[in-house]
């Protein structure tokens, strides 16, 4: 297939990261006969320094113009003056909005090889594999009013937390979808016994659930799954949930499999395709990025972990291009790598072989070649 990637790398460990993802979706291309063209823009940081915006209107158009986007991680410490106007965020939000990526993928997979690198005991994290769906264009971070003022009685902010009834049965639909592909149990996670927004998300999520029988939902107060997330995390298959609560709950989850540095994510603009469909092409791009971050402090070292970044194209090949066979492949090799005993540093114990960012993308290429 022909296919044009917009690929930001954005700041810190983004760009080394996601280009050995390109490494990865090179090979992958070359041994199926695909044909994938990259385009790149700068992102956050690196683009407020050149442009005095985090994201300019020809860094737009030029992902509008692509089909899929892989996107490294924006920020730093040179840009985090909080009464700063411009800020990298401002980059990736803009990307959300403008391509209506209302859904956010973020699977957490324990990797049996890695149970010791994570804080929970062993026994707890037995076949833990889940994904959470994070609501990702309402909620606090878009509503408004959204301001700072003053008084006479001192400074007041004032964020809005707001969602309508599509914008929650569609995030749920979604939920209800993947569950239904996988072990059929969907937990939606609210603050119904304090907000008016998570009483109307209950009702709705009930409202759609009747079109899913053969699905089991689950309501859970987002402060009790916080707990059961380390808890017993075996109980989740699906889970769904606003925003906010995502963002926070999607890093706690992020680290019970041992690394921040595993862990890929998909933001999707539509439900996905059913099992075996190949996905609509046109309309706007999805986007893929690894859930880690810009980690400033190991920035430009070499030896970031790539392997988020590297499913992450694995979700690409699968959500926007339907590419299943391929998707497949670098999840198993990455499934091998560590295996076999190779590790970067953040999965490394003790006495174990350590490599690069580079290296290890160079052995996942050769394993997908
Ligand atoms: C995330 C990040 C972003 C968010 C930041 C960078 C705006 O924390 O993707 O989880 O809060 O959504
Ligand atoms: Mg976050």
Do not use: C
Not at 183 to 197: A, G, I, P
Not at 263 to 290: D, Q, T, V
Not at 308 to 319: C, F, G, N, T, V
């Amino acid at each position: 297939m022909h296919a044009r990637i917009a690929v930001l790398g954005g700041d810190g460990i983004g760009p080394e990261v996601t280009v050995e993802a390109v490494k990865v979706m090179d090979a992958i291309a070359r041994r199926h006969g695909h044909d994938f063209k990259y385009v790149t823009a700068p992102v956050g940081g690196n683009s407020i320094d050149k442009f005095g915006t985090a994201l300019n209107d020809d860094a737009m158009n030029l992902v509008l113009g692509s089909d899929a986007v892989l996107f490294g991680a924006v920020g730093g410490p040179k840009w985090d003056d909080p009464k700063a106007k411009v800020r990298p965020e401002q980059g990736i939000l803009r990307l959300r909005r403008e391509l209506g990526l209302f859904a956010n993928l973020r699977p957490v997979k324990v990797y049996p090889q890695l149970v010791d690198s994570s804080p929970i005991k062993p026994e707890r994290l037995k076949g833990v594999d889940f994904i959470i769906i994070r609501e990702l264009t309402g909620g606090l971070y878009f509503g408004k009013p959204k301001k700072r003022w003053t008084t006479t009685r001192g400074r007041r902010a004032v964020d809005t937390l707001l969602y309508t009834e599509q914008e929650i049965s569609r995030v749920v639909r979604v939920g209800f979808e993947l569950a239904r592909a996988r072990r059929k149990k969907l937990h939606s996670l609210d603050k119904m016994n304090v907000m008016e927004t998570s009483r109307l998300w209950r009702e709705v999520a009930t409202e759609v659930g009747q079109e899913y029988p053969d699905v089991q939902l689950v309501h859970m107060l987002a402060d009790n799954a916080a707990m059961q997330i380390v808890n017993n995390p075996g109980v989740f298959d699906v889970i769904v949930t606003e925003n906010t609560f995502g963002d926070i709950l999607s890093d706690e989850a992020a680290v019970i499999g041992g690394s921040m540095g595993m862990l890929p994510s998909a933001s999707l603009s539509s439900l996905p395709p059913a099992n075996g469909k190949r996905p609509r092409r046109g309309g706007k791009p999805a986007l893929y990025e690894p859930i880690h971050g810009s980690a400033p402090d190991i920035a430009g070292k070499g030896i970031a972990n790539p392997i988020a970044a590297i499913l992450s194209a694995a979700m690409l090949m699968r959500w926007s291009f339907g590419l299943h066979e391929e998707a497949d492949e670098i999840e198993k090799a990455v499934e091998g790598v560590l295996a076999e005993g190779y590790r970067t540093r953040d999965i490394a114990k003790q006495g174990e072989r350590v490599m690069g960012t580079k290296q290890m993308g160079d052995l996942l290429a050769g394993r997908v070649t």
